[in-house]
């Protein structure tokens, strides 16, 4: 991870203040979107993160749960997808379909973490859409 963030950056997605990845992206300096515990993300939070995204290389969907709170990090998934960014999954196959319903072929499913840092060295750096 640590070799990630020097090489190319990263930005967080949207976090809930008492998610503890959200304690872990601000402890290592990465720029952290931010929504208040226990509350819908907003559609400023929405806008925010759309504008980073567009300007992203790549974008990687970590797998977390989806509940009613982050429904709307999917949404905001689904659309850079259609947008043709590279988006990148560490979700199965069948869950990716389920959640990105028309835009899933436009996601890359990863078995693991370690198969993201592969990839990126395969792409070196150049994916569509960026």
């Known amino acids: 991870m640590r070799e990630l963030v020097y090489t190319f950056g990263i930005v967080t997605g949207i976090l809930h203040r008492n998610d503890i990845d959200y304690s872990v992206a601000s402890a290592m300096k990465l720029t952290v979107l ?10 400023t939070a929405t806008d925010q993160a759309l504008a980073l995204a567009k300007n992203s290389s790549l974008i990687v969907d970590t797998g977390f749960l989806v509940g009613t709170f982050n429904q709307e990090k999917i949404n905001l998934l689904r659309q850079v ?5 590279s988006v990148f999954s560490l979700r199965e196959a069948g869950q990716i379909a389920a959640l990105y319903g028309t835009e899933a072929p ?7 973490a370690s198969a993201l840092q592969e990839a990126l060295a395969v792409g070196n750096g150049h994916w569509g859409g960026a």
């Not at 931010?34 to 509350?39: D, M, P, R």
């Not at 997808?81 to 960014?85: C, D, K, P, S, V």
């Not at 436009?106 to 693991?112: E, K, P, W």
């Open 81 to 85: 997808a259609a947008e043709g960014r």
């Open 34 to 43: 931010a929504a208040e515990n226990f509350e819908p993300i907003t559609p």
């Open 106 to 112: 436009a996601i890359t499913a990863l078995s693991c």
